[in-house]
T-cell receptor, first 112, second 115 residues
Framework: GDSVTQMEGPVTLSEEAFLTINCTYT??????LFWYVQYPGEGLQLLLK???ADDKGSNKGFEATYRKETTSFHLEKGSVQVSDSAVYFC???????????WGLGTSLAVNP | EAGVAQSPRYKIIEKRQSVAFWCNPI?????LYWYQQILGQGPKLLIQ????????DSQLPKDRFSAERLKGVDSTLKIQPAKLEDSAVYLC?????????????FGAGTRLSVL
């Protein structure tokens, strides 16, 4: 069945370090792919999305490219800030209802 | 534009008691979702409404959970009776349901503790 796998956390980085959070998916058909972020005490917010192969989603300095050949959608940021500390979720939509399939989340802590 | 509103933010109950959560989606959004998020896990879809009809409730524990969206706008999720393992954050989300978008917008959630 459809699934999303993302790297386990927690990830701890120093401010201005480079961030990569890996995400791979399995799906029948051609899903859209999403990264959501959950800041402490808040709900999930859409960070970026890509709807077809080779699309690059970007927002707030974060980027992810939809790679059909490797079924991946890795999240990257060149220089993280303390305010980026949050839990990041990769998700795909699939099936007739376009239901979101979620990864388990990766916790990121950025130290000053 | 107002976001998805949920209440209450926090709820503490004892096992076997009942509890209800309320959600008001973004105005005009036809699709509404209830998720359960257990600590350290991704959200699990409990039920999806399209207007006031149920699209998917395959993972809703129907012996104790119920949800309704009578007028196709706001929605309530009820648990009766609650069990310890129901302790989680209950998230409501909505989307416009337009083909090709399906971006879901989430409320802040209700954190339920069952003692």
């Amino acid at each position: 069945g459809d699934s999303v796998t993302q790297m386990e956390g927690p990830v701890t980085l120093s401010e201005e370090a480079f961030l990569t959070i890996n995400c791979t998916y399995t799906a029948t058909g051609y899903p859209s792919l999403f990264w959501y972020v959950q800041y402490p005490g808040e709900g999930l917010q859409l960070l970026l999305k890509a709807t077809k192969a080779d699309d690059k989603g970007s927002n707030k300095g974060f980027e992810a490219t939809y790679r059909k050949e490797t079924t991946s959608f890795h999240l990257e940021k060149g220089s993280v800030q303390v305010s980026d500390s949050a839990v990041y979720f990769c998700a795909s939509n699939a099936g007739n209802n376009r239901k979101l399939i979620w990864g388990l989340g990766t916790s990121l802590a950025v130290n000053p | 534009e107002a976001g998805v509103a949920q209440s209450p933010r926090y709820k503490i109950i004892e096992k076997r008691q009942s509890v209800a959560f309320w959600c008001n989606p973004i105005s005009g959004h036809a699709t509404l979702y209830w998720y359960q998020q257990i600590l350290g896990q991704g959200p699990k879809l409990l039920i999806q409404f399209q207007n006031n009809g149920v699209v998917d409730d395959s993972q809703l524990p129907k012996d104790r959970f119920s949800a309704e969206r009578l007028k196709g706008v706001d929605s309530t999720l009820k648990i009766q009776p609650a069990k310890l393992e129901d302790s989680a954050v209950y998230l409501c989300a909505s989307s416009s349901g337009l083909a090709g978008t399906h971006i879901q917008y989430f409320g802040a959630g209700t954190r339920l503790s069952v003692l």
